[in-house]
C-alpha cells in the first residue's frame, strides 16, 4: 500500500533553516510528483510546490520563492523540503502528498503524515 | 491567485441526515480537455487531509457512495446523503488548475 512517511517535529529558532523528509513506499517513486503544503495553527492548506521525483524539477509558490528548496533522493525514495529564513509565521505543520496524474486524475490522492515545525526563540 | 470560498463555514447535521456544502471559485477551473481540475478533501480531528472527490465528481477509492460531488465552471456542491458519526472533520475543496493550488478556507461539519 501507498505510504509517505515523514520526519519528526522539529524546533528552530528565528532565522533558522528546517529539513523534512518524506519517504515514500508501496508505489514506483519515480513515477510521480510530490506535493509540499502546509497548515498553520487552526488555519487552511496553504500550497507551496512541487518537486517532479524522476528529474528534480521543481516548481514553487512565489510566496516561498527563494527560501523553499525541494529535492529528492530516488535511491532512497525520499523527497526534501527545506525551508531557511524561518519566522513565526512559518510555525505550522507541513505535509507531502502524491500527486496522481495518471489518465482522467490530477488530484493530491496520498498524504503523509504531517511534520511540526515550530519556530521560537 | 483563484480565491477559493466556501459556505457554510459551519454546518452542524444530525445523524441519518443529509448535508451539502459548496464552493465558489473566483475563475473558471474548467480545462480545455473537459476535466474540472477541482477537488473535495476531508480533514478529520487529528489526521491528515483524505481524498473524497477528484475532478469535481469522482469517488476516491474506498470513499462510501453516500458523498457526491457536482457542479462545473466556478460552483461546485458536495453532498452527503445520509451523515454518519465518523464524517466529522473539515471539508476543503481545492483547486489544481493554475499555480498556486489554491484551498477553500473549510467547511466544519460537526454532530448535532
Known amino acids: 500500500q501507498v505510504q509517505l512517511v515523514q520526519s519528526g517535529a522539529e524546533v528552530k529558532k528565528p532565522g533558522a533553516s528546517v529539513k523534512i523528509s518524506c519517504k515514500a513506499s508501496?508505489?514506483?517513486?519515480?513515477?510521480?510528483?510530490l506535493n509540499w503544503v502546509r497548515q498553520a495553527p487552526g488555519q487552511s492548506l496553504e500550497w507551496m510546490g512541487w518537486?517532479?521525483?524522476?528529474?528534480?524539477?521543481?516548481g514553487y509558490s512565489l510566496k516561498f520563492q527563494g527560501r523553499v528548496t525541494f529535492n529528492r533522493d530516488t535511491s532512497a525514495s525520499t523527497a526534501f523540503m527545506e525551508l531557511s529564513r524561518l519566522t513565526s509565521g512559518d510555525t505550522a505543520v507541513y505535509y507531502c502528498?502524491?500527486?496522481?496524474?495518471?489518465?482522467?486524475?490530477?488530484?493530491?490522492?496520498?498524504w503523509g503524515q504531517g511534520t511540526l515545525v515550530t519556530v521560537s526563540s | 491567485d483563484i480565491v477559493m470560498t466556501q459556505s457554510p463555514l459551519s454546518l452542524p447535521v444530525t445523524p441519518g441526515e443529509p448535508a451539502s456544502m459548496s464552493c465558489r471559485s473566483s475563475?473558471?477551473?474548467?480545462?480545455?480537455?473537459?476535466?474540472?481540475?477541482f477537488h473535495w478533501y476531508l480533514q478529520k480531528p487529528g489526521q491528515s487531509p483524505q481524498l473524497l472527490i477528484y475532478?469535481?465528481?469522482n469517488r476516491a477509492s474506498g470513499v462510501p457512495d453516500r458523498f457526491s460531488g457536482s457542479g462545473s465552471g466556478t460552483d461546485f456542491t458536495l453532498k452527503l446523503s445520509r451523515v454518519e458519526a465518523e464524517d466529522v472533520g473539515v471539508y476543503y475543496c481545492?483547486?489544481?488548475?493554475?499555480?498556486?493550488?489554491?484551498f477553500g478556507q473549510g467547511t466544519k461539519l460537526e454532530i448535532k
Open positions: 502528498a502524491r500527486l496522481n496524474a495518471e489518465i482522467r486524475r490530477y488530484d493530491l490522492d496520498y
Open positions: 508501496g508505489y514506483t517513486f519515480t513515477n510521480y510528483y
Open positions: 518537486v517532479n521525483a524522476a528529474n528534480g524539477d521543481t
Open positions: 475563475q473558471s477551473l474548467l480545462h480545455s480537455n473537459g476535466d474540472n481540475y
Open positions: 475532478l469535481g465528481s
Open positions: 481545492m483547486q489544481n488548475l493554475q499555480t498556486p493550488n489554491t
